[in-house]
């Protein structure tokens, strides 16, 4: 088993989810926090408490006043593996805990957070592996203009790490590509950049909200060690929409739709090293239409239940499919609980069941391409939150 957690000093600072892990909608997670990833992650309009930073800042306007403080392990398990060509995947296990603080004051929120925003990764017996971590600083706020309409925003510092070994020419003894710093924590190569968040969110009526985001382009420049530099590797712009439907007062149900323009960022990955071209990876992802859906019951007051679906196609094309990068899942089926201890206190958990899919690459033969080789995967995930109000 392969284990892997995001750095104490991440901790101390705000939230920190999946990082260096096999990301779900290609290198972006199906939900951030286990209130959302309970309901196929959508979160678009409803308060979800400070992962509202990752999803729609414009939901802090929501959240009652005072501060909040989450505390929270999550879990991420993938099984990847390439028969016949490489076997499985040893990456296969992703402990990640979590910390996160907002505050509302009157009709002004703020906070702060810090986010593994996903990734990618794999590690076979042939040392050929790769580790991608995509995260975040993020600097929220949110303004109720009326009791109705809540506005919100964040600047968020984009980072990311990424370590790759792998053989070019079929000759396992030697190595083409090789950089990797030995860390669980970060990756050899690293890059930095800035986006924005800008969301709303409008109360149609005490039954009905809707919500809605647009994120920027995490535009990353190159990622460097020494003499390696890996130029071309971005993160997406984002649009979502969402609406959340109180029917009774014991029953939330909630959607949203989410375009995610890998289209944009996700093309040539070039690596080079003292300047020479080692190898263009060619990705020329596709745009993914992301479905989210999800319902949660009050069974009690103490005990909420929570189901839920994600869905988005594959963005990799058959013909640059990677084995190293294979971020091609589809379907999620999300469960959770929530048990609150009293009005300030309560505890989340969320569970995600993804299953197996597999793709075959259609490109030229090895090693120059991808041809015929096959690579499946599935994954079994969970999150865990306490959560204080005071």
């Not at 308060?47 to 414009?58: E, F, K, V």
């Not at 505050?103 to 580790?131: C, F, P």
């Not at 959340?244 to 989410?258: C, F, N, T």
């Not at 609150?340 to 993804?354: C, I, P, T």
Request: charged letters at 15%; hydrophobic letters at 40%.
């Amino acid at each position: 088993m392969y284990l892997k957690c995001l750095p104490a000093a991440a901790l101390a600072a705000g939230i920190a989810l999946p990082g260096f892990a096999l990301a779900t909608n290609g290198m972006i997670m199906e939900g951030y926090g286990p209130v959302a990833t309970a309901m196929g992650g959508a979160a678009m309009a409803y308060d979800n408490g400070t992962a509202a930073m990752a999803n729609n800042p414009a939901t802090m306007g929501q959240m009652t006043e005072g501060s909040r403080l989450d505390v929270a392990l999550g879990f991420i398990g993938p099984n990847v593996s390439a028969p016949g060509s490489f076997g499985d995947s040893k990456a296969d296990a992703f402990y990640m805990p979590a910390f996160g603080y907002t505050n509302k004051r009157g009709s002004l929120s703020y906070g702060i957070g810090i986010y593994a925003q996903g990734g990618m990764g794999t590690e076979y017996a042939s040392g050929d592996m790769s580790q991608v971590g995509v995260g975040r600083v993020i600097l929220p706020l949110a303004y109720n203009v009326t009791d109705r309409l809540s506005v919100g925003g964040s600047v968020d510092i984009v980072w990311a790490g990424m370590d790759i070994v792998a053989d070019l020419d079929g000759n396992p003894a030697t190595k083409e590509i090789d950089f990797k710093d030995g860390s669980d924590y970060t990756g050899a190569a690293k890059g930095y950049g800035l986006a924005m968040k800008l969301g709303f969110t409008y109360k149609v009526n005490e039954q009905f909200s809707l919500g809605g985001v647009y994120e920027t382009a995490g535009n990353l420049g190159s990622l460097e060690d020494g003499g390696w530099k890996v130029k071309g590797f971005d993160m997406p712009p984002i649009v979502a929409v969402g609406a959340a439907w109180r029917p009774s007062d014991k029953l939330l149900l909630v959607a949203d739709l989410k375009d995610v323009m890998w289209n944009s960022s996700m093309n040539t990955v070039t690596i080079l090293n003292n300047g020479v071209v080692v190898a263009p990876f060619v990705q020329n992802w596709d745009d993914q239409i992301v479905v989210s859906i999800g319902a949660a019951y009050k069974f009690t007051d103490a005990v909420t239940g929570r189901i839920g679906y994600n869905h988005a196609d594959n963005p990799i094309p058959s013909q640059n499919m990677n084995y190293l990068w294979p971020a091609t899942v589809e379907d999620h089926y999300t469960f959770g609980l929530g048990y609150a201890f009293d009005k300030a206190s309560e505890v989340n958990f969320s569970l995600s069941y993804v299953p197996e899919v597999s793709q075959t690459g259609t490109g030229a033969a090895p090693p120059a391409g991808n041809g015929g080789i096959q690579v499946t995967h599935s994954q079994t995930n969970w999150q865990l939150m306490y959560s204080k109000k005071f």
